[in-house]
C-alpha cells in the first residue's frame, strides 16, 4: 500500500507490464536492482551521487526534505533556519536515524555528528519508540513520511515537527545501469502521468502534496 505501489501500478499500465512487490528492508533496495532480485526500486528513493554510481535514476517524481521530530513537550529543536536547527541538533543531544535513510547521511556527513551522538534504527516506528521512552532526544526523517508517522492512532498528541529544511531532495525510480530501453519507458510514463494529471491525483489520494504544473 502507499504511493510509491500506486505509482509503479499506473506505471505499469503505461508500459504494459504487470508490477510485482517486494517487502524488503530499506538498506536491501538499492541492493535488490543490483542483483537482479528486483527489475526496479520504488521506495522513496532519493537521488544521491553515491546510489548513482551502481544504478540510474528514473526523472525526479517527487520533492522531500529532511525535518526533525521531537517530543511534544520539548521545546529545545525551535529553530527557524537551518543553521538554527543544525546548531540544536549538535547541542549534546541524542539524534534518531533510520538505517539507509538520508536523514543517517546528513549527521554523519553534513553535522559530522561523532558516534553515541546518533543512533541508526532500522524502522520509524523503532525510532519514535525511543524517542517518546527518552532513550533519543529527537529524530532526522522524509517530511511526508514524518507527518505520516506521527499521525497514526498511536502516536498522535505524543510528538511534533519542526519543518524547517535541512536538506531538498529528489525521489526517483531506480533502475540497472544495463536497461536504458526500460529507464526511457518508465520516464515516458511519468511525463504522460505528469501531463494527465495522474501523478497528482495519485498524491492526492495519499495525503501528499500536489507538484505544481
Known sequence: MGFDVDLCNAIGEKIGAKMQFQSMDFTAVIASVNSGAADIAASGLTITETRKESVDFSDPYYQV?????????????????????????????????????????????????????????????????????????????????????????????????????????DYAIAVPKDQPELLKQINDALAALKAEGKLNELLKANGLDVIEA
Not at 538505517?99 to 543512533?119: C, F, I
Request: net charge negative; aromatic share 6%; glycine share 8%.
Open 65 to 169: 526534505t529532511q525535518i526533525v521530530i521531537a517530543r511534544a513537550d520539548d521545546d529545545r529543536f525551535d529553530g527557524a533556519t537551518k543553521e538554527a536547527v543544525d546548531a540544536q541538533l549538535a547541542d549534546n543531544v541524542v539524534v534518531g536515524v533510520c538505517e539507509g535513510y538520508t536523514g543517517e547521511a546528513y549527521v554523519q556527513d553534513d553535522l559530522k555528528l561523532p558516534e553515541g551522538s546518533y543512533r541508526s534504527y532500522s524502522s520509524i516506528s523503532l525510532a519514535l519508540e525511543e524517542l517518546g521512552s527518552g532513550g533519543i532526544d529527537a529524530i532526522v526523517f522524509d517530511n511526508t513520511s514524518a507527518v505520516a508517522a506521527i499521525s497514526t492512532e498511536s502516536n498522535q498528541g505524543k510528538f511534533k515537527l519542526n519543518e524547517t529544511a535541512l536538506t531538498v531532495e
